[in-house]
């Protein structure tokens, strides 16, 4: 047990939380401003950014502290936070709202992240889709779960046994195609592209229903701890094109190229 509770009490408390945190969302996202498409502003980078994101921004940080853990806290909207990652030690990271462009698109496709990390590893995730009402978490020691319209299920990913013969279903980011994930599908052989948006492509791999995820552009590394929890809690992989598992509390928050799979793939470096 650390700072008063174990991570299987902490666990057990990301679903309350991220389900706050979308409640949070969609009071703006069913407001009348977003609506007609305002109340969008812009990063330094480019990246859009609403107040959707910054209410659930706070509703996390506030009761995440609650805890009472005094675990230091890592948001993509918080800057001065980003600080806090650490190779060794532990630490929340957090996406108040991942896809935010789903989000503008309103398309439903957009999720709440939260995750400890522990020495470089994320021990345990939650991913929330608020409009969807679909709820991913794990536990340690103990697996995945999906919670969809009050009905929770354990989370199992593929084999590659049970999927012999058939196609593999890929998953294509919605905004972030580029003609390297389109030569990573086309050297898989028979497959099918299967539509998710933000940290739900994870989660269709760690519910069953598909493959295998290139993301083989840019990401940081609260777009990927919560989803690589649960995805590897329910059986699944996510590495590096050199085999290497995704890390966390790297020098840069930006993540390599990485693939997320449900059995593990044959990968630039592996031996022929």
């Known amino acids: 047990m650390r700072h008063g509770l174990s991570d299987i009490g902490m666990a057990n408390r990301l679903p309350d939380i991220a389900k706050a945190a979308g409640d949070a969302i969609l009071n703006v996202y069913n407001s009348p401003q977003a609506m007609q498409g305002q109340g969008v502003q812009h ?37 001065a936070s980003h600080a806090r990652r650490v190779p060794v030690g532990a630490f929340w990271i957090i996406d108040p709202l991942d896809g935010t462009k789903e989000f503008i698109a309103r398309n439903g496709q957009f999720t709440v992240n939260i995750a400890l990390v522990r020495d470089g590893v994320p021990m345990f995730g939650v991913v929330y889709a608020p409009v969807l009402d679909e709820m991913f978490w794990n536990v340690p020691e103990e697996g995945a779960w999906l919670r969809r319209a009050g009905v929770t299920q354990r989370l199992r ?8 013969g058939q196609p593999v279903r890929v998953l294509a980011s919605r905004s972030h195609m580029n003609p390297e994930t389109e030569a990573f599908i086309r050297s898989l052989g028979a497959h099918e592209v299967v539509q998710a948006g933000s940290s739900l492509k994870f989660c269709r791999i760690a519910e069953g229903a598909a493959d295998c995820y290139p993301r083989l552009g840019p990401t940081c590394e609260w777009d990927t701890a919560a989803a690589q929890a649960v995805l590897e809690a329910a059986g699944g992989h996510v590495h590096s094109l050199d085999g290497v598992r995704l890390g966390y509390g790297k020098s840069d928050v930006l993540n390599p190229p990485f693939v997320a799979s449900a059995w593990p793939l044959r990968l630039k470096g592996d031996a022929a």
Do not use: M
Not at 43 to 61: C, F, G
Not at 157 to 164: E, G, K
């Open 43 to 79: 990063k330094a980078d480019a990246s859009p950014l609403t107040e959707a994101d910054l209410s659930a921004h706070r509703v996390i940080v506030q009761q995440l502290a609650a805890l009472g853990t005094h675990i230091p806290i890592v948001s993509e909207e918080d800057d």
């Open 157 to 164: 990913a593929a084999t590659q046994a049970s999927r012999v």
